[in-house]
C-alpha cells in the first residue's frame, strides 16, 4: 500500500488510463473507418422508428444531410410529411427520403414497412430505434392513491380494484411503447439486416433512467429497462450486428407531453435544462459510425450506475431532489 492508501495495482492502472483511453479511441476510430469501407456514408440505408419528432427526427436529418437513404417512421402523418421535406431540403435527391405512416408496436405496420424497405432499398444497413413514451406519476399515483406523512399514510387507505386496473392499463401502454415496440422491431429487422448490409447496425435510444432508478419514473424507467436488456442480450446472440446503447440523460423537446399517465412534470424545465437535441443526435450517430457499444450522455453518468451500487443513499438523495419528490 502507497500512503495515499492506494495498492500498487490501483497506481499502476491509473497510470495505464490515459494510455488505454488513447488506444480505445483509436480502436474507435479504426472501426469507423471500417465501418464506412464496407458502407459508404452516400450509401447508407437507414431506418429510424420514431423519426417524427425530437432525437429521432434529428438524427434523420443528420443522416439525410450526409447524403444517407433514410426512411422516416413514426404515427403522425403530418409530421412525418414535414420530416420528409425536411430531410429533402438537406440536399439528398429526393427519392432518397421515404416516410411511412406506422406504429412500431404494431406487427402487421412492421411487416409492411420491411416489404416496402426489401421492394425499395433491397434491405437496410442501419435501424434506429428511437420511439418511446414517457410515464411521470408515482406508482402510487397513478392508481389513485396518495401518500403522505413521509410514505406512512394513504389516501384513501387502499386501492381499490378499479383503480388498480387503471395503473394496469396505462402500465400495458408504457410497456407497448418502450417495450412491445423496439421487440417487434427486432423480430421483424434483425433478418433483413443480417443478410442485406454488409455493416449492419442497431442504435437503440434507451435512457439513464433505465439504468438509475427514479422517483416518478417507475412504469417509463422499468419498461426502457426492459428494452435495454432485450437488446442487450440480442446483442450477444447476433454477433454480426454491431449494437449501440444510448443511455442520455434529460433532453429538450415535448417528450413528457406525450405521457401514458399525463402526470404534472416535477424537474426544472427541460427545455432549459436538458441536453441539446441536436448535439444528442450528434453524438448518436458518431456512435454508429465507430461502433461503439453503450454511449451515456453526459459522460460523467457512467459513474453514477456505478455509485448506485456503492452508495445508493446517495444516489436516491440526488434522484429525489431532481425530481422534487417527497414521500
Ligand atoms: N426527452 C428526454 O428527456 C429523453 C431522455 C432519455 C431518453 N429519451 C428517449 O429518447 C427517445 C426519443 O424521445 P424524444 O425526447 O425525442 O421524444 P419525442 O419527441 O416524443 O419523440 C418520440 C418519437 O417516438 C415516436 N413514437 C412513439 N410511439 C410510437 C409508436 N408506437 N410507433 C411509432 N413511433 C412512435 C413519436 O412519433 P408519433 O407520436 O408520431 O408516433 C416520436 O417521433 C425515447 O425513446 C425516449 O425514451 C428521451
Not at 9 to 37: D, E, K, W
Amino acid at each position: 500500500m502507497s500512503s495515499t492508501g492506494l495498492s500498487r495495482q490501483s497506481l499502476a492502472f491509473l497510470a495505464l488510463l490515459p494510455v488505454l483511453l488513447t488506444l480505445r479511441r483509436l480502436y474507435q476510430h479504426h472501426s469507423g473507418a471500417r465501418r464506412t469501407r464496407k458502407v459508404a456514408k452516400i450509401d447508407e440505408r437507414v431506418l429510424v422508428l420514431g423519426a417524427s419528432s425530437g432525437i429521432g427526427r434529428s438524427i434523420a436529418n443528420l443522416y439525410a444531410a450526409r447524403g444517407a437513404r433514410v426512411c422516416v417512421v413514426g404515427r403522425r402523418q403530418d409530421k412525418i410529411t414535414e420530416v420528409v421535406e425536411e430531410c429533402r431540403t438537406r440536399g439528398t435527391t429526393s427519392s432518397r427520403i421515404l416516410g411511412v405512416t406506422a406504429d412500431f408496436a404494431d406487427v402487421e405496420d412492421m411487416v409492411k414497412l420491411r416489404g416496402q424497405l426489401e421492394t425499395e432499398w433491397q434491405g437496410v444497413d442501419t435501424v434506429v430505434v428511437a420511439a418511446g413514451v414517457s410515464a411521470l406519476q408515482p406508482l402510487m399515483a397513478v392508481a389513485g392513491v396518495e401518500s403522505h406523512s413521509g410514505g406512512a399514510s394513504f389516501t384513501p387507505p387502499q386501492a381499490s380494484a378499479e383503480s388498480i386496473q387503471k395503473a394496469v392499463d396505462i402500465s400495458a401502454a408504457a410497456t407497448r411503447g418502450n417495450y412491445v415496440g423496439p421487440l417487434v422491431s427486432a423480430i421483424t429487422f434483425i433478418p433483413l439486416l443480417t443478410t442485406t448490409s454488409a455493416a449492419p447496425s442497431i442504435l437503440l435510444i434507451s435512457s439513464l433512467a433505465a439504468l438509475i432508478p427514479a422517483p416518478t419514473r417507475t412504469l417509463y424507467a422499468s419498461t426502457k429497462a426492459a428494452s435495454l436488456v432485450l437488446y442487450q442480450a440480442l446483442s450477444i446472440e447476433h454477433p454480426r450486428i454491431a449494437f449501440t446503447f444510448f443511455t442520455p440523460s434529460t433532453v429538450e423537446g415535448d417528450f413528457r407531453a406525450s405521457a401514458v399517465d399525463s402526470g404534472p412534470v416535477r424537474e426544472k424545465n427541460p427545455n432549459t435544462h436538458g441536453l441539446k437535441r441536436e448535439e444528442v443526435a450528434r453524438r448518436c450517430v458518431r456512435a454508429v459510425d465507430v461502433g461503439e457499444k453503450t454511449v451515456f450522455m453526459p459522460n460523467l453518468m457512467r459513474f453514477g450506475h456505478f455509485l448506485y451500487w456503492v452508495w445508493p443513499a446517495f444516489v436516491e438523495w440526488r434522484a429525489r431532489k431532481k425530481y422534487n419528490f417527497s414521500a
